[in-house]
Structures are given as structure tokens and as C-alpha cells.
T-cell receptor, first 113, second 113 residues
């Protein structure tokens, strides 16, 4: 069966520090991968999506970047965090060419101080 | 369009009552719809889905209704329980391409004893 792993679960980082959040999917190949951000009490904002290794599309301009170095690995990064980067970050995947919904990871709560 | 910056509307119900959560979707070409449940501090979880060739689908205690004429989706929860308290998101799938899901703003369901 397919599983999605996301870590760390919580993270407190000072302003100006770098960020690396990792997401991996098991049990499938060539998944579509997504990074979402959710502010407290708000909806889901799509940040990046990837349909293959090295293929990254950005939905909104921001202080973050994403990379997909391997088929089932999706990384969210920042060189210098801002206070506004605080939020709940969710990774998700679905299968290419199948009309299925996304499966979400458990999320990372990032607090920039 | 996206409404990620808005506070979530809240639906308050008594335990044992039926709940109805509504959602208006944006694209008449969407062919697949999903409801997600998100508990506090967790990633959204799949509840039920429906394809555009149907107008009703039932699960365990949940029913999704689709009205394509007015682009409206609803989630009905029978005999609402305290464990149903969560944020509920609808999502529509724009067919073609990489199956991008468009999420609604979300509704917070508060169940009172």
C-alpha cells in the first residue's frame, strides 16, 4: 500500500535561518507531488507541484523553493526564513492520469521566531 | 477563486442532529469532487468522492449531493457526533493535465453535547 511521510512534525526556526522540509512517498512510482501551506484557521494554499523529477511549478511568488531530486522525494526549502513563513505545511500526492484525490501527509507546523 | 486568507465559517450543531455543509465550485468542466475532513493539527483526510455522472453518493453516515446546474456540492452527516468536529473542505478536479485539485475555503463543524 502507498504511504506518505513528512517530517519534522514541528519546527521552530529563527528569522533568517534556512529551512528544509522533506516528504517521501512509498508504494507508487511517478506520483504527482504537492506542497501546501495553511495559516491558522485558514484554507489550503498550493505552493508548488511536481509531475516528475526535476519538474517544479510554483503557484505563488514567495520566499520558498521546492525540489524533487528523486521520483518519490519532494523537498521544500528556504535560504532565509521570514516571520510570514510560519504556518502548517502539508505535502500531498496523487497518481498521474488517475482521477483520484490527493493523499496528504501529517503536516509540519513551522513557527518562525 | 482562492479564499485562503479568509477565516473559516463555522457550523454549530447539537450532537445527534444531522449536519449539512455546503460548497460552491467554480468550474463547470470539473468532473470529480471530493470532501476532506481535517482535524486540528493533522493533514486532511478523504471522506467521500463523487463523479460528475452522479448526483448522489452515500457512505457510512455521510452523503454527498452534487447539483451541476448550479455548481453546488453538499456533505450531509447523519447523527453528528463529537468526533465529527473538524474543518471540512470540498475540492473539485479539473480534468486533464495532472489532475489539479481546487480546494474550497473550508467550513468548521463544531458539535455540541
Amino acid at each position: 500500500s502507498q504511504t506518505i511521510h513528512q517530517w519534522p512534525a514541528t519546527l521552530v526556526q529563527p528569522v533568517g535561518s534556512p529551512l528544509s522540509l522533506e516528504c517521501t512517498v512509498e508504494g507508487t512510482s511517478n506520483p504527482n507531488l504537492y506542497w501546501y501551506r495553511q495559516a491558522a484557521g485558514r484554507g489550503l494554499q498550493l505552493l508548488f507541484y511536481s509531475v516528475g523529477i526535476g519538474q517544479i511549478s510554483s503557484e505563488v511568488p514567495q520566499n520558498l523553493s521546492a525540489s524533487r531530486p528523486q521520483d518519490r522525494q519532494f523537498i521544500l526549502s528556504s535560504k532565509k526564513l521570514l516571520l510570514s513563513d510560519s504556518g502548517f505545511y502539508l505535502c500531498a500526492w496523487n497518481e498521474v492520469q488517475k482521477n483520484y484525490g490527493y493523499t496528504f501527509g501529517s503536516g509540519t507546523r513551522l513557527t518562525v521566531v | 477563486g482562492e479564499s485562503v486568507g479568509l477565516h473559516l465559517p463555522t457550523l454549530s450543531v447539537q450532537e445527534g442532529d444531522n449536519s449539512i455543509i455546503n460548497c460552491a465550485y467554480s468550474n463547470s468542466a470539473s468532473d470529480y469532487f471530493i470532501w476532506y475532513k481535517q482535524e486540528s493539527g493533522k493533514g486532511p483526510q478523504f471522506i467521500i468522492d463523487i463523479r460528475s455522472n452522479m448526483d448522489k453518493r452515500q457512505g457510512q453516515r455521510v452523503t454527498v449531493l452534487l447539483n451541476k446546474t448550479v455548481k453546488h456540492l453538499s456533505l450531509q452527516i447523519a447523527a453528528t457526533q463529537p468526533g465529527d468536529s473538524a474543518v471540512y473542505f470540498c475540492a473539485e478536479n479539473l480534468s486533464g493535465g495532472y489532475n489539479k485539485l481546487i480546494f474550497g475555503a473550508g467550513t468548521r463543524l463544531a458539535v455540541h453535547p
